[in-house]
């Protein structure tokens, strides 16, 4: 990974905008959203990525038990109307994902087109 790359992910990690990072990097305006593209499919530069997020991370305290009970809380609190339902329902899909439950897979049916289904992959248990 050259230096900019490695500016790119640096970057990318502090806001997760991908043309953005690529200008603060140093790459052109012009072309932004698609050296973005490029990089993020690079697996040096996600590699980085992922290891920056990591860091702020635990910096923070941010565990996946800790995100799993902040979106259980958004699930009970729509039920109680503390929270919109569409709240509920999108905290719901996340923590489903998540768990492993719930895996999404899209096709490219057209340039313009493109299918998203969402299946359970994982048997629920009773009381789960």
Do not use: C
């Not at 012009?30 to 290891?51: N, Q, S, W, Y």
């Amino acid at each position: 990974m050259n230096s900019r790359q490695r500016a790119f992910a640096r970057e990318y990690a502090a806001d997760h905008n991908g043309a953005a990072a690529a200008v603060r990097a140093g790459y052109s305006s012009v072309r932004a959203k698609h050296t973005a593209r490029e990089l993020l499919l690079k697996p040096d530069v996600v590699g980085e990525i992922a290891k920056l997020d990591a860091v702020t991370a635990e910096e923070l305290g941010v565990t996946k038990l800790w995100i799993m009970s902040v979106l259980k809380r958004l699930v009970e609190g729509s039920l109680t109307g503390e929270f919109p339902a569409t709240v509920g329902v999108r905290a719901y899909e996340t923590s489903s994902k998540m768990a492993g439950f719930l895996v999404e897979r899209s096709e490219s049916v057209s340039r313009e087109l493109k299918v998203i289904t969402l299946t359970f992959d994982k048997e629920l248990e009773e009381g789960s």
